[in-house]
């Protein structure tokens, strides 16, 4: 037997990768990038060079490392881009507003800003000790009050965040780990911030949808006008067809272009749900809470792109339904126009044969005048000879006879050569 190429690579995904145990109280910076395919050399150069990392055998998609001082960091490459992750274990919360008092901090914060790609998410994260603790400590942090968040997690652990974006680039989330195992609070603050990272994945789809709702307008503004149209005769088949035509080619056009960023969104969604149904959040009186903020502002983003992913659809599969019928029209226009042309073929064909039968009795009467007038000839030369054969008596007995068989021997010809009826 010999291993697959794949296994441990395929085995490994099953794994999660987990945050390195926080040590409290700690300072988290975390950066969600979009990462070309030409970028993707760069990016591994950059890793490779500057914090000397070495890939997880299992997984090369995976990076860990230290950087200087006690700063410590994990990558991680997804299909759409990239995740770093850089703890600074032992800061205050001071550090969210200015990490660049701290050069531990401010340095790796500068390495990792020289990794190539377009950032979709930036978060700053503190977690201390005990929610009396941070409280105090949370004034430091510029939190916009009337849109803030904050609720419960199992364990004791509570959250805040207004989830802006602050003037350093980066949102803030401020977290108090209260009496809950540090496993268990490294692994529901990973999945706190993979509920916001999926959040912004998915609303990547919103702008697209919005940008394609127009098109959509028109396009069903077009195909009403078209199946009112294929109701009338007043325009022609070719022009609807071609009409036709054109707005389904602009259908497929807007389906290739949204369809990836629509399904990307859809399952994105499905995460989304996923991670906030696993965190439970309990809401704090007082507050918005994490179901709250994402109901409201999350789930309509994700609906309107399910809805335009299904407005297309609908728009395609009616265009199709009017195009069948407007094929189903052609169709029977030519069949009757098929029939008349038969039909008139039918009149043309019994006036022939019935021009033949006249002719066919006109050639029995002249074929038998002929042959009576040959016969002529002879018994008039017979009379010569014979003088008790009367010409004219002999050939007026002949009419009858020569008529039934010159008429039987074309009829018989006529059978023969038809073949039958």
């Known amino acids: 037997m010999r291993e697959h190429e794949v296994r441990r690579q395929v085995v490994s995904e099953m794994h999660l990768r987990r945050w390195p145990l926080l040590q409290l109280p700690v300072a988290v910076f975390q950066w969600v990038l979009e990462v070309g395919p030409g970028e993707r050399e760069a990016e591994r150069s950059v890793l490779s060079a500057l914090c000397g990392s070495q890939s997880d055998e299992e997984n090369p998609r995976h990076l860990s490392g230290a950087l200087s001082g006690d700063v410590s960091f994990t990558w991680e490459r997804q299909s759409e881009g990239s995740t770093l992750t850089v703890f600074c274990p032992g800061r205050a919360i001071e550090v969210l507003l200015a990490p660049g008092l701290d050069s531990s901090v401010g340095e790796a914060i500068d390495w990792a800003e020289t990794l190539p790609g377009a950032i979709i998410r930036a978060t700053s994260i503190w977690v201390g000790g005990d929610?009396?603790?941070?409280?105090?400590?949370?004034?430091?942090?510029?939190?916009?009050?009337?849109?803030?968040?904050?609720?419960?997690?199992?364990?004791?652990?509570?959250?805040?965040?207004?989830?802006?974006?602050?003037?350093?680039?980066?949102?803030?989330?401020?977290?108090?780990?209260?009496?809950?195992?540090?496993?268990?609070?490294?692994?529901?603050?990973?999945?706190?911030?993979?509920?916001?990272?999926?959040?912004?994945?998915?609303?990547?789809?919103?702008?697209?949808?919005?940008?394609?709702?127009?098109?959509?307008?028109?396009?069903?503004?077009?195909?009403?006008?078209?199946?009112?149209?294929?109701?009338?005769?007043?325009?022609?088949?070719?022009?609807?067809?071609?009409?036709?035509?054109?707005?389904?080619?602009?259908?497929?056009?807007?389906?290739?272009?949204?369809?990836?960023?629509?399904?990307?969104?859809?399952?994105?969604?499905?995460?989304?749900?996923?991670?906030?149904?696993?965190?439970?959040?309990?809401?704090?009186?007082?507050?918005?809470?994490?179901?709250?903020?994402?109901?409201?502002?999350?789930?309509?983003?994700?609906?309107?792109?399910?809805?335009?992913?299904?407005?297309?659809?609908?728009?395609?599969?009616?265009?199709?339904?009017?195009?069948?019928?407007?094929?189903?029209?052609?169709?029977?226009?030519?069949?009757?126009?098929?029939?008349?042309?038969?039909?008139?073929?039918?009149?043309?064909?019994?006036?022939?044969?019935?021009?033949?039968?006249?002719?066919?009795?006109?050639?029995?009467?002249?074929?038998?005048?002929?042959?009576?007038?040959?016969?002529g000839y002879a018994i008039k030369g017979a009379s010569h000879h014979f003088d008790w054969v009367d010409p004219e008596v002999a050939i007026a007995l002949l009419v009858l006879p020569v008529l039934g068989c010159v008429w039987f021997a074309l009829h018989s010809l006529k059978k023969r050569v038809l073949g039958g009826d």
């Open 131 to 375: 929610e009396a603790e941070v409280e105090r400590a949370l004034p430091a942090v510029d939190f916009n009050r009337s849109e803030l968040v904050s609720c419960g997690l199992s364990g004791g652990v509570r959250i805040w965040s207004d989830f802006r974006i602050h003037p350093d680039g980066r949102g803030r989330l401020v977290v108090s780990a209260g009496e809950v195992d540090r496993s268990d609070l490294t692994r529901q603050l990973q999945q706190l911030q993979e509920l916001g990272n999926y959040r912004n994945k998915a609303l990547l789809g919103l702008p697209v949808a919005q940008e394609a709702w127009p098109r959509l307008d028109a396009a069903e503004r077009e195909l009403a006008a078209l199946a009112k149209a294929v109701t009338s005769s007043a325009a022609s088949d070719d022009d609807l067809l071609a009409q036709l035509s054109d707005l389904s080619l602009e259908l497929s056009t807007i389906a290739t272009s949204i369809d990836y960023r629509m399904n990307a969104t859809a399952a994105y969604s499905r995460l989304v749900e996923e991670r906030l149904a696993q965190l439970a959040p309990e809401p704090i009186r007082g507050f918005a809470s994490l179901v709250d903020f994402t109901e409201r502002r999350f789930l309509p983003a994700a609906r309107t792109c399910a809805a335009l992913t299904e407005r297309e659809r609908q728009l395609t599969r009616r265009a199709r339904q009017i195009s069948e019928l407007l094929r189903a029209r052609i169709e029977t226009r030519i069949e009757n126009q098929n029939a008349k042309l038969l039909r008139s073929m039918e009149r043309s064909t019994t006036m022939q044969v019935r021009l033949q039968q006249i002719v066919e009795g006109l050639s029995v009467v002249a074929v038998s005048y002929y042959a009576i007038g040959l016969l």
